[in-house]
């Protein structure tokens, strides 16, 4: 049962173009969702992060945006460069009344984007 | 400071054998998890420490255990290999269970055959 589910393994983009990466989840329990961003041969490294209270966070290039009723977010990278280049995981968090389950992370599958010069 | 650091960066192993993955944090994190990628299935958490002394189960433990040997390191041991532990696995830390934002390291390629 994918929790969290990226259904595009891969995107393809000119650079200096916008690149949009998009992310669903089922469970609504969520209330923190994060993207990482991972290069061949490297652990994962944070990119972005939104809390349910919003619906917009942006950082420099990279802006998230969370729909709540459609259980949907997207990672715009506003200009794309061949640098971002690498496979984005979007990922969940939830704290339940006990918060055991705070820090817990679930990721979706991942998508590969290259950004083309 | 070398952030999250793992040993060895690759491995194979027959079918049955042991082994123990390390993990070590040098930011004073007070969690840690251990997580495997696999193609097509993102990655997946197998066991994590909220704090020191603890460990907990995550979402695929069976075939593993854990160490939390003390602040800084904790290990992940496969009793019996099987091929279907073969994956790509990633020590993580963050500063402590209520903190969403989590550090990895650069991974372990285990191969069994």
């Known amino acids: 049962d994918q929790q969290v589910k990226q259904n595009s393994p891969s995107l393809s983009v000119q650079e200096g173009r916008i690149s949009i990466l998009n992310c669903d989840y089922t469970?609504?329990?969520?209330?923190?969702f994060l993207w990482y961003k991972k290069y061949p041969a490297e652990g994962p490294t944070f990119l972005i992060s939104i809390s349910s209270i919003k619906d917009k966070n942006e950082d420099g290039r990279f802006t998230v945006f969370l729909n709540k009723s459609a259980k949907h977010l997207s990672l715009h990278i506003v200009p794309s460069q061949p640098g971002d280049s690498a496979v984005y995981f979007c990922?969940?968090?939830?704290?339940?009344?006990?918060?055991?389950?705070?820090?817990?992370?679930?990721f979706g599958q991942g998508t590969i984007l290259t950004v083309h010069p | 400071n070398a952030g999250v650091t793992q040993t060895p960066k690759f491995q194979v192993l027959k079918t049955g054998q042991s082994m123990t993955l390390q993990c070590a944090q040098d930011m004073n994190h007070n969690s840690m998890y251990w997580y495997r990628q696999d193609p097509g299935m993102g990655l997946r958490l197998i066991y994590y420490s909220a704090s020191e002394g603890t460990t907990d189960k995550g979402e695929v433990p069976n075939g593993y255990n854990v160490s939390r040997l003390n602040k800084r390191e904790f290990s992940l041991r496969l009793e019996s290999a099987a091929p279907s532990q073969t994956s790509v696995y990633f020590c993580a830390s963050s500063e402590d269970r209520f903190s969403y934002e989590q550090y990895f390291g650069p991974g372990t390629r285990l191969t069994v055959t």
């Open positions: 469970n609504s329990m969520f209330d923190y």
């Open positions: 990922a969940a968090s939830s704290a339940n009344a006990g918060g055991t389950s705070y820090g817990k992370l679930t």
